[in-house]
């Protein structure tokens, strides 16, 4: 095969990472439905309240379900029956019936943290300093079990959107070098290398109003990534404003 018949995905799978409050979960409810979102931070009321106000039909096409540990869903280990949903829509996947357009993972960040619980609470036998503080064993049964789980999820045969927090990175000194989508361990690293788009979400001021932005291209302190070469480096968080440059990808 050769490059030039190389084609773009005909999906989109990005990673939006930000502040609370910068306007990422409304963003990624935005995207084309139906819609299916797995809720792992509870929040999904916010994105429901910005668009009952701005397309209250948009509501319709979401289906959702709530992956926030309590004692009765299992607590942490009720990652397991996200991984038994996508299990799911992996052999509708593959009859040829999937019915979605587009998957939201929100938070990755708490997704990720509950993995490592369940994995300390699978595995008492590690020896840890604290018993609530993650042994270098945890960290690498967490690599080898996250990077798999979001292949699965980015081989979905819709757009994917996946929601992150902020987190401060610092050096051995404690210097503050960089911010980061927050995840333990080394998984940050991994983030621009599975995702094709990763934008940081964040909150200007442009004409004296508030207004919500994607930065999509790297700074001395965020990551960000973009495949578009004509994708500005500041835009709209909005899949509207996103979407010309989404399609001009799929066009070449």
Known sequence: MKLSELKSAENIKVLIYGLSGAGKTSCALGFPGPMYVADFDGKISSGANFWETKDPKRLEQVEYDN???????????????????????????KAGKFPFKTF??????????MMLQAIMADN????????KTPAMQDYL???????????????????????????????????????????PGKLPELLPILFQEVYRAYV???EGKPVHVAQTRPSNLYVARTQISEMPPKIPLAFEAMEKYFNRKKEK
């Open 141 to 183: 049964i967490l690599s080898a079990n996250f990077k798999p789980m979001i292949y699965r999820l980015l081989a979905l045969p819709c757009n994917i959107v996946t929601v992150g927090h902020l987190a401060g990175e610092k050096d051995p000194e404690g210097n503050l070098v960089g911010y980061r989508p927050a995840l």
């Open 104 to 113: 939201v993972l929100d938070s990755l960040t708490s997704f990720g943290d």
């Open 67 to 93: 992956f926030q540990p309590t004692a009765a869903n299992g607590g942490v280990r009720v990652y397991r029956k996200f991984e038994a949903k996508l299990a799911e829509l992996e052999e509708m996947a």
């Open 204 to 206: 200007d001021t442009i």
């Open 124 to 131: 008492p036998s590690v020896k840890r300093v604290d018993p």
